[in-house]
């Protein structure tokens, strides 16, 4: 399995997510929208899909069953907006719970537990060598061992626990992101809002780094 994988460019799956009650636009789809634009820069990492995810309890299993058939990712880095980050927050824990928050169709699922499996299934993100990228490009990173009980740990928690049939990225992950400054429609919660050139910056360190890190456990 390793063998077949060596000298293979990974595949490399990132999210944003739509906005939601109470955030008018999300600073993660214009992330994903401007990665698209810098397409050059990040072609040399690996081959990378940029994927939109609508905040909707139901259909999100599916829609990651359908990525993971089209792109059958190596890895898989999610973001999604916190009011509260005050810095790129990398999440280390996917917890089995679900909050009374309504989703996009005002849905909130009945049970205030995902499903019967285990209570946390850890980041396999390499997230130390992350903090380091972003603090080293003088960004903001703070560690995190509560991605809520939304939609964002509830995507973290399927794409970990392999929840979502066809979709098992051997590394995922969740990273949390602020405001933008420059953004009124996502309204802060006692975060540290952040420039959207600087959102952008740490995104393509994160990728690089990631990216960095699958090439050096594949001997490419
Ligand atoms: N943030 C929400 C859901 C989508 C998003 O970007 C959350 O933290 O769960």
């Not at 999610?78 to 996917?94: C, D, K, V, Y």
Request: hydrophobic share 40%; charged share 20%; net charge negative.
């Amino acid at each position: 399995m390793k063998e077949a994988q060596s000298h293979r460019r990974p595949r490399i799956l990132v999210t944003g997510f739509s906005s939601f009650p109470g955030v008018s636009r999300n600073p993660t789809e214009r992330l994903i929208a401007e990665l698209e634009n810098r397409r050059a820069e990040t072609a040399a990492l690996g081959d990378i899909r940029l994927a939109m995810l609508d905040v909707d309890y139901r259909n999100l299993p599916q829609a990651l069953s359908r990525l993971g058939a089209e792109v059958r990712p190596d890895i898989a880095i999610h973001f999604g907006l916190s009011g509260r980050a005050g810095g790129f927050m990398l999440e280390r824990l996917a917890r089995n719970v679900v909050g009374p928050l309504p989703d996009n169709a005002g849905h909130v699922p009945e049970a205030r537990t995902i499903c019967a499996l285990a209570d946390a299934y850890p980041s396999t993100l390499p997230l130390d060598e992350m903090r380091d990228a972003l603090a080293g490009a003088g960004l903001p990173v703070d560690w995190s061992d509560d991605a809520g009980d939304y939609l964002c740990n509830f995507l973290f928690y399927h794409s970990r626990a392999g929840l979502a049939d066809g979709f098992a990225p051997p590394l995922s992950g969740f990273v949390h992101v602020p405001p933008l400054v420059d953004d009124p429609g996502a309204d802060g919660g006692g975060g540290a809002p952040i420039a959207f050139d600087r959102l952008v910056e740490g995104a393509l360190a994160i990728l690089s780094t990631v990216a960095g890190h699958w090439r050096g456990r594949h001997q490419m």
